[in-house]
């Protein structure tokens, strides 16, 4: 299986704090993305690192992508309650046979206590 | 502009039995993708639309089809249904040609399917 796969599961930080979670994917990539999903909800793009990019910043998330390790994080700098959500990694594939499919991690829940 | 619509947000079927789901997709956006998303997992590609035809289909059997039509909305329908099947079902819209690499992918709110 081609599925990233985020850890921690979960993780619980305090207001203000910064939280960093990892993927861990296993064949080529194009391109490796980073969603966020409220509980029961649809998903929200936040951003997008493509393969020869090694670093990506948009406000207070930082993006790295280390594609000789297979892997990438995500950094959220000075956390909010708000911030309280699931996040998910998500590849495509490289592989012609597989063109426009995600491969979604389990993801990690992270709690911001106030 | 608006963004990618779901219907029904909830249903509660019995097993065997069928069921329908819509999607509208995002104005200007021409293919469209189905995931599944069990409790505590992540979305599970099901299969992709473009200009009507399916653009691809992950591990789900023919029991799993769809459709789309001419103004890129979507259906997704799901026959036989086994208990396996609850999970929310979620639509993705994108204004990439379905033939070129995946970028961002904008997501309805998911309609969540309960089989008892």
């Known amino acids: 299986s081609q599925q990233g796969e985020e850890d921690p599961q979960a993780l619980s930080i305090q207001e203000g704090e910064n939280a960093t979670m990892n993927c861990s994917y296993k064949t080529s990539i194009n391109n490796l993305q980073w969603y966020r999903q409220n509980s029961g909800r649809g998903l929200v793009h936040l951003i997008l690192?493509?393969?020869?990019?090694r670093e990506k910043h948009s406000g207070r998330l930082r993006v790295t992508l280390d594609t000789s390790k297979k892997s990438s994080s995500l950094l959220i700098t000075a956390s909010r309650a708000a911030d309280t959500a699931s996040y998910f990694c998500?590849?495509?594939?490289?592989?012609?046979?597989?063109?426009?499919?995600?491969?979604f991690g389990r993801g990690t829940q992270l709690t911001v206590w106030p | 502009e608006t963004g990618v619509t779901q219907s029904p947000t909830h249903l509660i079927k019995t097993r065997g039995q069928q069921v329908t789901l819509r999607c509208s997709s995002q104005?200007?956006?021409?293919?469209v993708s189905w995931y599944q998303q069990a409790l505590g997992q992540g979305p599970q590609f099901i299969f992709q639309y473009y200009r009507e035809e399916e653009n691809g289909r992950g591990n789900f059997p023919p029991r799993f089809s769809g459709l789309q039509f001419p103004n890129y909305s979507s259906e997704l329908n799901v026959n036989a249904l086994e208990l396996d099947d609850s999970a929310l079902y979620l639509c993705?819209?994108?204004?990439?040609?379905?033939?070129?690499?995946?970028?961002?992918?904008?997501f309805g709110e998911g309609s969540r399917l309960t089989v008892l």
């Open positions: 104005s200007g956006h021409n293919t």
């Open positions: 998500a590849t495509d594939s490289n592989r012609g046979s597989t063109l426009g499919r995600l491969y």
């Open positions: 690192i493509r393969s020869n990019e």
């Open positions: 993705a819209s994108s204004p990439l040609p379905g033939r070129e690499r995946t970028g961002e992918l904008f």
